[in-house]
């Protein structure tokens, strides 16, 4: 028995519109569902993970808070500052923002901003003890003494235990009861600097009693004794600090500002400080510190 092959004519209208079909829809059938709609609800859930995760990957205050302390921990106080300053603008009410804004200002010499962070946290905090203590050391430096004795009193009666407000305290009162005494004057005058032979690479030089009288000040400006005055109290404030943990009197400090770097040497009777550019390295600064300290001694002996 002969089998045969019935071969039917392919209509060309017919075909090409089935491959339109086809091409028009890319997949037909997937498990019952459309792989077109299954190709949109997975877009759409990608986006909306995208979104979910874009949001906890926003930094919290206390993030970028953390963050600035490292940068002011490796000297970019500027850097720091910024970080935090933009934190607070979302965060207006963080005392613990607040206060790292008012000691990054006070290490850039910007006592005015400095002043502004620490009213703000007594604004959200009446009693906090390191704002009325910035606050006071502010009013110390800038003259109003009996303004910081005010402050520190008012942190102490709520804070009885606070070694620093006690410390400023004694310095505070001990120059309150002795501001309208007579200061000691040398018998020739200010020394010329030339005969100190000061480091060429020195920026700034100062030289003052214990009673902030200035001996040599280079470069001389209308407020050098305002500075010499203000020295004086700080290393008054630091060695009262410093005996009360007892670690003896401040004989020798570093103090790092964003353009420059000081360098203190003091003793009973006087007080020199040499300011260096930033990039000057700290052992040649310490022993042209100690070079004119010894000539300095020499010369007033």
């Known amino acids: 028995m002969t089998s045969s092959v019935r071969t039917v004519p392919c209509q060309r209208g017919a075909t090409s519109s089935t491959v339109r079909q086809v091409r028009g829809r890319w997949a037909l059938i997937a498990g019952g569902e459309d792989l077109e709609e299954q190709r949109k609800r997975t877009m759409l859930f990608a986006q909306i993970w995208r979104w979910v995760r874009g949001k906890q990957r926003q930094p919290t205050s206390a993030l970028v808070f953390r963050r600035a302390q490292r940068?002011?921990?490796?000297?970019?106080?500027?850097r720091a500052a910024a970080l935090v300053d933009e934190a607070l603008i979302h965060d207006?009410?963080?005392?613990?923002?607040?206060?790292?804004?008012?000691?990054?200002?006070m290490v850039l010499r910007e006592s005015g901003r400095a002043r502004t962070s620490f009213e703000r946290v007594l604004a959200l905090e009446p009693t906090q003890p390191r704002a009325l203590l910035g606050l006071a050391r502010i009013e110390l430096e800038d003259g109003e003494t009996a303004a910081c004795c005010a402050l520190l009193s008012r942190a102490l009666a709520r804070y009885p235990d606070f070694p620093e407000a006690r410390a400023v305290l004694e310095v505070a009162r001990g120059l309150l009861a002795t501001s309208d005494a007579k200061r000691y004057a040398t018998s020739d005058?200010?020394?010329?600097?030339?005969?100190?032979?000061?480091?060429?690479?020195s920026r700034e030089a100062l030289f003052v009693r214990a009673d902030a009288?200035?001996?040599?000040?280079?470069?001389?400006?209308?407020?050098?004794?305002?500075?010499?005055?203000?020295?004086?109290?700080?290393?008054?404030?630091?060695?009262a600090m410093l005996g009360r943990a007892g670690l003896g009197p401040l004989r020798h400090a570093v103090i790092e500002a964003a353009a420059e770097t000081t360098y203190l040497r003091s003793d009973d009777t006087a007080l020199l400080t040499l300011s260096f550019d930033r990039n000057m390295k700290s052992a040649t600064a310490l022993q042209h510190l100690e070079r004119v300290w010894r000539r300095f001694c020499s010369e007033f002996a």
């Open 71 to 78: 940068l002011r921990e490796q000297g970019r106080y500027r």
């Open 213 to 239: 009288t200035v001996i040599v000040a280079v470069p001389r400006e209308p407020r050098t004794d305002a500075v010499a005055a203000r020295a004086v109290k700080l290393s008054k404030v630091a060695t």
């Open 92 to 105: 207006p009410r963080n005392v613990v923002g607040h206060l790292l804004a008012a000691s990054l200002h």
């Open 189 to 201: 005058g200010a020394v010329e600097a030339d005969r100190l032979r000061l480091p060429t690479e």
